[in-house]
């Protein structure tokens, strides 16, 4: 991103006038994000034909981080442009051109709370993604740019994300016999729960077992961070065989509106399955 942002976007209108691709064209540049755990989820410049992009793109701050679940909130630049940008072309009955480049899924609803928050908008409840989408379509030829990517190269970013939150916290990643992890992007506080097989529970409530394992990473106890995990294991050379239980219960719903955005990560000497179960305080899903 850092590469295509200061080699290449500076010289993208110039070509566009250059080729003669569109007559008078402008261009809107924008940075997309997290709604649910980025500062800055959604950057958007004006529509400019000169060096005045130059500043735009200068001023765009590059988060970074990510959350590690396949999920940026493209929906919600979607609504923005969608609803609140004003394009001359459709005067003369054509259209504008849309570009997304990114490598994430988006989520399947525009939150009410986030149009307020981060746009200063008002929205009567949450709007569907898919409605919003057809509606910036009516406005641009929407296309997204997807560089791809196989699935154990996704699997590994999550990994990556997972491994740098717990050695973060404190906790232990390598070195293990056995390890659960679990990951989310809200305030929340998702409780990681293990049933070791002796049949001992270890929990916020018993974070070390007889038999060695340990929760050595306990977050969002007060919902303090949007980036948070919990991280449950054994050092080499001390789990015993047997099969182990996960499951994980919601203990306090800070966030409502962004519920179910969450990965796990697991380690052992076999794959076994296991049982995940998310519960709100309204109802459990399994």
Same mark, same amino acid.
């Given at each position: 991103?850092? $590469?295509?942002?200061? &080699?290449?976007? @500076?010289?993208?209108? *110039? +070509?566009?006038?250059?080729? =003669?691709?569109?007559?008078?064209?402008?261009?809107?540049?924008?940075?997309?994000? $997290?709604?649910?755990? &980025?500062?800055? @989820?959604?950057?958007? *410049? +004006?529509?400019?034909?000169? =060096?005045?992009?130059?500043?735009?793109?200068?001023?765009?701050?590059?988060?970074?981080?990510?959350?590690?679940?396949?999920?940026?909130?493209?929906?919600?630049?979607?609504?923005?442009?969608?609803?609140?940008?004003?394009?001359?072309?459709?005067?003369?009955?054509?259209?504008?051109?849309?570009?997304?480049?990114?490598?994430?899924?988006?989520?399947?609803?525009?939150?009410?709370?986030?149009?307020?928050?981060?746009?200063?908008?008002?929205?009567?409840?949450?709007?569907?993604?898919?409605?919003?989408?057809?509606?910036?379509?009516?406005?641009?030829?929407?296309?997204?740019?997807?560089?791809?990517?196989?699935?154990?190269?996704?699997?590994?970013?999550?990994?990556?994300?997972?491994?740098?939150?717990?050695?973060?916290?404190?906790?232990?990643?390598?070195?293990?016999?056995?390890?659960?992890?679990?990951?989310?992007?809200?305030?929340?506080?998702?409780?990681?729960?293990?049933?070791?097989?002796?049949?001992?529970?270890?929990?916020?409530?018993?974070?070390?077992?007889?038999?060695?394992?340990?929760?050595?990473?306990?977050?969002?106890?007060?919902?303090?961070?949007?980036?948070?995990?919990?991280?449950?294991?054994?050092?080499?050379?001390?789990?015993?065989?047997?099969?182990?239980?996960?499951?994980?219960?919601?203990?306090?719903?800070?966030?409502?509106?962004?519920?179910?955005?969450?990965?796990?990560?697991?380690?052992?000497?076999?794959?076994?399955?296991?049982?995940?179960?998310?519960?709100?305080?309204?109802?459990?899903?399994?």
């Amino acid at each position: 991103m850092r $590469d295509i942002r200061y &080699d290449k976007l @500076p010289m993208f209108i *110039g +070509q566009i006038i250059m080729k =003669n691709y569109v007559p008078g064209p402008a261009v809107s540049f924008a940075a997309i994000g $997290d709604a649910n755990s &980025d500062g800055a @989820p959604l950057q958007v *410049g +004006q529509f400019e034909a000169d =060096n005045r992009l130059d500043d735009v793109l200068s001023k765009v701050w590059i988060e970074e981080g990510g959350g590690g679940t396949g999920q940026e909130s493209y929906e919600l630049a979607a609504y923005f442009y969608a609803r609140h940008s004003v394009l001359d072309c459709l005067k003369q009955g054509r259209k504008g051109y849309f570009f997304f480049l990114g490598d994430e899924g988006f989520y399947p609803q525009v939150r009410r709370e986030q149009v307020r928050r981060i746009l200063g908008r008002e929205e009567s409840a949450d709007l569907d993604a898919k409605t919003i989408f057809a509606e910036l379509a009516q406005k641009y030829h929407v296309f997204f740019i997807y560089p791809q990517k196989s699935m154990a190269e996704r699997r590994s970013d999550i990994d990556a994300e997972i491994k740098k939150r717990v050695e973060a916290a404190g906790g232990i990643y390598e070195g293990v016999d056995v390890r659960a992890s679990l990951i989310w992007d809200n305030r929340n506080d998702l409780d990681l729960h293990m049933i070791t097989p002796s049949g001992e529970h270890i929990f916020y409530g018993h974070k070390q077992s007889h038999c060695r394992g340990e929760l050595d990473v306990d977050r969002n106890v007060r919902g303090e961070t949007t980036k948070p995990v919990e991280n449950i294991r054994w050092r080499k050379g001390t789990a015993t065989a047997g099969s182990y239980r996960l499951y994980v219960q919601n203990d306090r719903l800070r966030q409502s509106s962004v519920a179910g955005n969450a990965a796990w990560g697991a380690c052992g000497p076999s794959v076994v399955p296991l049982e995940q179960r998310v519960q709100t305080e309204s109802k459990q899903s399994r």
